[in-house]
């Protein structure tokens, strides 16, 4: 009985993952829009998302140090472009939402899945199997 429960846990897993990830985008716009409603800016606001995201994510750094991959100018270079692009994407997010509700900037989220299949399509990601209807 108590396998059983886990295995349903286990297949449940992904569903929760999904369903939280919701809540907390979510979320964060809804503090978002609260706080710079207050007067705080999108750059404090900004850095504050950031930091607190990464002192969430850093005890990965140690729990997962022996399988990770070494280092490289091309892996940090990487990780640098990610970062500003999800930074000015975050500036240009809340300022948005500065100008309209969290509950549109909320039900835009909604959009990415669409886009993201979108961008697949135009740079051939998705074998052409997927397409066919016959």
Same mark, same amino acid.
């Given at each position: ?21 919701? $809540? ?6 809804? !503090?978002?829009?609260?706080?710079? %409603?207050?007067?705080?800016? +999108?750059?404090?606001? !900004? ?12 005890? /990965? #750094?140690?729990?997962?140090? /022996?399988?990770?991959?070494?280092? +490289? ?6 990780? $640098? ?6 930074? /000015? ?7 948005? =939402? +500065?100008?309209? %509700?969290? /509950? #549109? ?6 959009? =990415?899945?669409?886009?993201?299949? =979108? ?5 051939? #990601?998705?074998? %052409?199997?997927? #397409?066919?209807?016959?």
């Amino acid at each position: 009985m108590a396998m059983e429960m886990k295995m349903k846990v286990k297949e449940a897993l992904p569903y929760i993952g999904m369903a939280a990830t919701q $809540f907390a985008q979510v979320g964060l716009m809804i !503090v978002g829009k609260k706080a710079m %409603s207050a007067g705080m800016t +999108n750059f404090t606001f !900004v850095f504050y998302s950031n930091a607190l995201a990464s002192l969430i994510l850093l005890p /990965s #750094f140690f729990f997962y140090r /022996s399988t990770r991959p070494p280092l +490289n100018f091309s892996l940090i270079c990487g990780f $640098f472009f990610l970062g500003v692009l999800g930074c /000015s994407a975050q500036l240009t997010g809340y300022t948005g =939402i +500065n100008y309209t %509700s969290a /509950s #549109f900037a909320s039900a835009m989220l909604n959009l =990415i899945p669409g886009f993201t299949f =979108i961008l697949a399509v135009i740079f051939r #990601f998705l074998p %052409s199997s997927h #397409f066919c209807f016959s």
